[in-house]
């Protein structure tokens, strides 16, 4: 691909800028300084720096974050904090953008991709795509919980709910808590912890595991990123291919 094109589909300027910026040698592929824009590069391989500061190339980019808490699900707001704050300067691509939405105090799984069809994909109402959830309940999860889940719960304003998997990990009576998992496959305003309060729970902490075939990894602390696998992103292109 030639070189200014490849950098103003990445959102780095217009092909003119970018006519500008090689002029005045600000720009080096694999080290060495670029001289005409029509010269060609291999996306996937190539290093390239603006000013010394190494540029992310591939065009299409899939990142899996762990979302920690007082961030919000966006790609900028002017008072507060978003996920698109937590990826580092090379690795912003044109197009990244969250897939869906987590609650600000909501952690957990939350994909990035500038691959806006498989975002829709997944987003989309009727391709029910599972998303599960862990959270932390004060109150007693019981029998009855799981049968209403199962059923479909009725929420407070009379929305119904589209039949959800609940199981119970653990309950204490000592400290009137349970912890529980959750699945669902739709994505009403707070729905989970609507779900919880209609049946006299209260959601302390909610963190999502996965979504569709992509889970969590465990190995990723609140805050950080890592780039998709290859086997994570062929199943996530088998699920889109079924949908």
Known sequence: MRIDKLLSNLGIGTRSKIK????????KING?????????LEPDTAQVTIDGHPIATQLTKYFMLNKPQNVITATKDATQRTVLD????????KGLAPVGRLDKDTTGLLLLTNDGQLAHQ??????????????????IATGDTVTRF???IQLKNGTLCKPAALKIISTSEKDDQSIVEVTITEGKYHQIKRMF????????????????????????????????????????????KML
């Open 197 to 240: 309060a209609a049946c006299e729970l209260h959601v302390a902490t909610l963190t999502r595991i996965s979504m569709g075939p992509l889970k969590l990894d465990s190995t990723l602390k609140q805050g950080q990123y890592r780039p998709l696998t290859n086997n994570e992103l062929q199943q996530l292109t088998k699920i889109n």
């Open 20 to 27: 500008k910026m090689i002029k005045q040698k600000q720009i």
């Open 122 to 139: 997944l987003l989309a109402p009727h391709k029910h795509v599972a998303k599960t959830y862990q959270a932390t309940l004060d109150g």
């Open 150 to 152: 199962n059923a479909g």
């Open 86 to 93: 937590l990826i580092a300067p090379e690795d912003i691509v």
């Open 32 to 40: 060495e300084l670029v001289k005409n824009g029509k010269d060609q």
